[in-house]
């Protein structure tokens, strides 16, 4: 009889604790994942702060405009380097490009001559 009591108050306080516990392992689950996300957060943070403190540098500055928006120094001499799928291979013949409209005289409006340039630009 005593055995059967036993086994009844402890089944019961199993079934009484067991979703207390359920709770209290969850709960521990999500507060270590939201540590390492706060961590992951803070190091970002501080990587932010880094790049900020960085562009209060003079010299950091410059070296960002003449990486991403080309800029020189005065007395700097710029150099451009083409892509060797995008140079011709046969020389252009020496001498003035005439345009088709050329041929009917000098009664051209100049915005017309300035078109017909690009257009022969952008097609050689």
Not at 39 to 55: I, M
Not at 86 to 112: A, C, F, H, K, L
Request: proline share 6%; net charge negative; no cysteine.
């Amino acid at each position: 009889m005593r055995a059967l009591v036993l086994s009844v108050v402890v089944l019961l306080a199993v079934v009484l604790l067991l979703p207390t516990v359920r709770a209290v392992v969850a709960q521990q689950a999500e507060l270590s994942e939201l540590r390492q996300e706060l961590a992951e957060q803070q190091e970002e943070k501080a990587d932010l702060e880094n790049e900020l403190a960085r562009w209060d540098d003079r010299s950091y500055v410059i070296e960002q405009a003449r990486t991403r928006l080309r800029f020189v120094m005065p007395g700097d001499t710029p150099w451009r380097t083409l892509d060797g799928e995008s140079v011709q291979e046969e020389e252009p013949e020496p001498g003035p490009v005439q345009t088709p409209r050329e041929d009917q005289g000098e009664n051209i409006p100049w915005y017309t001559k300035l078109w017909d340039s690009l257009r022969i630009a952008d097609s050689e």
